[in-house]
T-cell receptor, first 113, second 112 residues
Framework: EAGVAQSPRYKIIEKRQSVAFWCNPI?????LYWYQQILGQGPKLLIQ????????DSQLPKDRFSAERLKGVDSTLKIQPAKLEDSAVYLC???????????FGQGTRLTVV | ELKVEQNPLFLSMQEGKNYTIYCNYS?????LYWYRQDPGKSLESLFV?????AVKQEGRLMASLDTKARLSTLHITAAVHDLSATYFC????????????FGKGTSLLVTP
């Protein structure tokens, strides 16, 4: 079974620029998560989707971050404008349902300079 | 406040030795996961613990859960170099949604 696919793997941008990340979950997985992992820390949830609806976005910095999951499959996470402190690995995960185990993608490493 | 605390954060151990990583959490949990992360890689699920007294073992790793103490342990037996990685515990707190709350991770280095 194919895993969670993310692209790009790496991205370097200047502060105040915008960037977008893409995630393709495991086929049939209704629940999709975006996590932010800052170097030396554990992942922190940014947003959770159930199909194409948002379940939890309480920790998403909505003034600069946005995410969508059109048609309940692929998802994109956007940052505009980026700040230096946004440098992190952005992990996408998916699960068959809200109460079952999530599988993680390899992540996108963002460096803001 | 929902907290997950791991200790130690860094661990250097010799091959063949035993050690335990601890994970404390702040309030009632629905389930607890242990993940492994190699440098530059994503998270690999090791164990999921659902109930008090649960114990799971895979190779040289054994995880246990004490929900009354709000404590999980990951015990390493006769460590080998291949176990060098960062280990995270992640807790899904009851009545706070389905997302996982991660500890800061324990960076393990096994040396000859």
């Amino acid at each position: 079974e194919a895993g969670v696919a993310q692209s790009p793997r790496y991205k370097i941008i200047e502060k105040r620029q915008s960037v977008a990340f893409w995630c393709n979950p495991i086929s049939g997985h209704a629940t999709l998560y975006w996590y932010q992992q800052i170097l030396g820390q554990g992942p922190k949830l940014l947003i959770q989707f159930q199909n194409n609806g948002v379940v939890d976005d309480s920790q998403l910095p909505k003034d600069r971050f946005s995410a969508e999951r059109l048609k309940g499959v692929d998802s994109t996470l956007k940052i505009q404008p980026a700040k230096l402190e946004d440098s992190a690995v952005y992990l996408c995960a998916s699960s068959a349902g809200q109460s079952v185990q999530a599988f993680f993608g390899q992540g996108t490493r963002l460096t803001v300079v | 406040e929902l907290k997950v605390e791991q200790n130690p954060l860094f661990l250097s151990m010799q091959e063949g030795k035993n050690y335990t990583i601890y994970c404390n959490y702040s309030t009632t949990s629905d389930r607890l996961y242990w993940y492994r992360q190699d440098p530059g890689k994503s998270l690999e699920s090791l164990f999921v613990l659902l109930s008090n007294g649960a114990v799971k073992q895979e190779g040289r790793l054994m995880a246990s859960l004490d929900t009354k103490a709000r404590l999980s342990t990951l015990h390493i037996t006769a460590a080998v170099h291949d176990l060098s990685a960062t280990y995270f515990c992640a807790v899904r707190f009851r009545n706070s949604g389905y997302a996982l709350n991660f500890g800061k991770g324990t960076s393990l280095l096994v040396t000859p």
